[in-house]
Every structure is written in C-alpha cells, then in structure tokens.
C-alpha cells in the first residue's frame, strides 16, 4: 500500500511531519517497517509502510481495518486464522514485557518502536482476538502546525497561548480519538523552557521534545498479583519532585483526588485530559472519578473550583476532521455546583471581526476568562482591543487561592489601537457574529 500524495486536509491530524504533505521524516524508533519490524509485525507491517497510517485495527481474522486522514478504510489483508492473530498479539505483548493468555486475556502497552498495542483475546473478544496498533508522529505538532491545519483556530490559538502565559490550569476533553494527547503534547512543549514538567501516564504515549521533563509511567500488577504502580501512588511521589507543572496525560480513576489536590498546593498550570462528551459534561466525568477515590460531591466541586480555571474540548466532524470544538472557563453557582461556562466557541472558517481574522464566537464565560488572565498580568489580544461583545448575564467568578503576585511569563505586547474607520466598522458588526 502505498501513501497519500498531496497536502493533508484542513483539520486532519495525520502521523506525519510537516514535509511532503504530512509524511513523517524517517525515523526508525517509530516506524513499523524498521529494522526487525517487518518480522515482528507480520502481515501488519506491509500496512505500516504508508506514512499516512496511524492506527491499524483488526477486528477479526479477515476483518482488518486502517485510519488514514481521520478515516477508517477497510484492507486486503487477511490471517489464516484466530490462531495466527492471537500469535501476533502474544508476540507484540511479550516485547513490551507483558503477559497476555487466557488468565490476563487483554493488555495495553508500548512496544519498544513507540507503537502502542491494546489487544483482548477470546473468549472475551466473542468475534476472535482483536488488535489496536497506535503509531506515534516522530515529533509532536506545534500550535502554530495545527492552527495550520485547522484543528485550532486563530482566536483558540491566541487563547491558549494566554492560559500557558497566565499558568492557568486547564482539562483538555473530548471522545477517544479526537486529538487530546497530540494538543496535550503541542501545548507541554509551549511551556517555556525553564519550567520543570512531571508528566505521569498510565501508558506512556505522548511524544515531546522539550528537555526539562520528567516521565513517569504506572505499572500493573505482575502474574502474582504484585508490584503494581498506579497513576494515584505517581501523583502522589510527583509532589515530592519539585514540579513547576503536574500533568497527567489521562485522568481515568481515583488519582482524580490526588491531582485536584495537588493543584490547590501552588502547583498551577497543570493540564491533563479526560473523557467526556463536551466541556459542559466535564464536572459530571469528574463527579464520577471523585466517586471512585471516595469523595463527596459537595468536596469534589469544591477541589474542581478552585483546582481547574479553563476547559478545552475536541471533537471530529463528519469527515473526521479533529478540531477544538470549544473552550470554557470553570465558574462555581451559588448552589456550590461548578459549571463550565463557554467562553469561545469554536468556528469554521476565519470572519473578520473588528478588522481582524476571528474564527470562532464568543461567549457569556469570555468576560470571566478576560478577569483571569487580567489578574495574572496577561493580555487576551486581540479581544481586549475589538468590538464590544454582547453581554449576558455575568456568571459567579471562579473561587479559590487569589493569584499570585506576579507572573512568571511576561503578558505579549499589545496591539496598536485599530484606525478610526476599522473602530467604526467594529460596532457595526452583527449580533450573530458577536
């Protein structure tokens, strides 16, 4: 099979690079096809070859699928049998040092080239052994690469890059496959540099390359029932590493209480992601986290609101196009129940607003996002210095520490103010643009 030729789609996330339409440079820590590979991947490895691949699935014996450009596409390849499948799957399980048989009929790990496997047996898998391979891109994506491809738009980029200036603590959700690890990884290597990262995954996958890093990966337990390593106990020992920045590349249990405490400790600007199906339903993901380390409801929104400021989500379209769907900001009611609050929502193509390229419509929640980063000494450009936005009711600000005194990242330089005539054309804009 061979790849793609042409440049990637707006909005499509491929395991390319930036040359050649998206093809990754050569790499072989990261390609199938590497030295060995072709021989530990069987048939799987002809399918690795194209540069544009970046899951490999197999359903069945006959049934194996690829992702290509944010879609599924069904492939000539077949096994012999569910013996040959659950074969492979063993092999590739036992290279990343664990056990995968019928006392432990499912693993997930990463292989030694950065491939990560999840496979489940039968009789579990009721239609035979299934396989997911995940190949990594040899390097993350920049802000200002998926801003290109239209994953971000130009008014979230300008937002993001105000909440890393401002150290503001941010969730990044969305569904399985919308993109949270990649923007994860673009915005950890936006931190500057000088700031000490602890980035504690449950499977290591995210792909950076930023210096002044420490990973660390939990462990399940061995054939005894032993030398388990959770997320929780991780969190727990990153306390203790002097970290500018905790993140947590996916809270999916109890570690929810270990990291909100860490964040009401003076460790801000951590970031971590979570499964929900928008940003709104982000307290309710977190309300079902809490519920498994034993944590009221009352104490988890209370940690959330004074732990987290911003919510990003992600999401895919009907072509399978990754973009930021929407970002909010967490405000706290008069009832003790935190909200995400839209703040920007996300558009589809750039609108000159005010005379500048807008690509998304604001919010209720913009205004209290504004007052934050104003506090930590940082500019919102270019929405400080556009048309008025509509107002609505004026939602509670978020409870918590006050912020600091001073802000380690100085605020971006202010725009000029735009001409006479460009301010007149401002006011006039639309309501339903604004």
Same mark, same amino acid.
């Given at each position: ?267 801000? @600007? &951590?970031? +971590?992601? #979570? *499964? ?10 977190? %309300?079902? =986290?809490?519920? /498994? ?52 929502? @996300? &558009?589809? +193509?750039? #609108? *000159? ?10 919010? %209720?929640? =913009?205004?209290? /996002? ?65």
């Amino acid at each position: 099979m061979t790849g793609v030729a042409g440049a990637a789609e707006p909005g499509r996330i491929t395991g390319g690079g930036p040359g050649r339409g998206g093809e990754p440079d050569a790499d072989p820590r990261t390609s199938g096809a590497a030295a060995g590979g072709e021989q530990r991947l069987g048939p799987l490895a002809v399918l690795l070859r194209d540069p544009e691949v970046t899951d490999v699935l197999v359903n069945s014996p006959d049934q194996v699928w690829i992702e290509r450009a944010g879609r599924l596409r069904p492939t000539a390849v077949r096994f012999p049998d569910d013996a040959a499948v659950r074969a492979l799957a063993v092999r590739l399980a036992g290279s990343g040092g664990r056990r995968l048989d019928t006392a432990m009929p499912y693993v997930d790990v990463r292989l030694p080239d950065g491939i990560r496997l999840h496979a489940v047996l039968s009789p579990p898998a009721l239609g035979g052994t299934c396989l997911s391979l995940r190949r990594p891109r040899p390097r993350p994506f920049t802000l200002d690469e998926l801003a290109a491809l239209g994953t971000i738009g130009p008014s979230e980029t300008v937002v993001l890059r105000a909440v890393l200036a401002a150290r503001l603590t941010a969730v990044i959700s969305g569904g399985t496959g919308t993109g949270k690890t990649t923007l994860l990884a673009a915005l950890l290597d936006a931190v500057p540099a000088n700031e000490r990262v602890v980035l504690i995954e449950d499977t290591a996958e995210l792909v950076l390359t930023r210096v002044n890093l420490v990973r660390m990966e939990a462990r399940p337990p061995n054939i005894e029932g032993a030398g388990e390593i959770t997320q929780r106990e991780l969190v727990r020992q990153a306390l203790r590493m002097r970290p500018d920045r905790l993140v947590v590349g996916e809270v999916r249990g109890p570690e929810v209480l270990d990291l909100l405490m860490a964040m009401n400790t003076g460790h801000e @600007g &951590g970031m +971590g992601t #979570v *499964h929900a199906n928008t940003a709104e339903t982000v307290p309710a993901r977190f %309300e079902a =986290l809490g519920a /498994l380390a034993g944590l009221p409801r009352a104490a988890l929104h209370s940690h959330l609101a004074a732990a987290v400021h911003v919510a990003v989500h992600l999401g895919r379209d009907g072509d399978g196009a990754r973009r930021v769907t929407g970002i909010g900001v967490v405000c706290r009611g008069a009832d003790g129940i935190v909200r995400i609050v839209p703040a920007l929502a @996300g &558009g589809t +193509g750039p #609108v *000159h607003y005010g005379g500048r390229p807008f690509a998304g419509v604001e919010r %209720e929640g =913009l205004p209290v /996002l504004r007052s934050l980063l104003r506090d930590r000494g940082v500019s919102l450009w270019p929405f400080d210095q556009a048309a008025p936005v509509r107002r609505g009711p004026r939602p509670a600000p978020v409870t918590g520490s006050p912020p600091p005194a001073s802000v380690s990242a100085p605020p971006p330089a202010e725009a000029p103010a735009p001409p006479p005539a460009e301010a007149a054309a401002a006011e006039n804009v639309p309501e339903a643009v604004l």
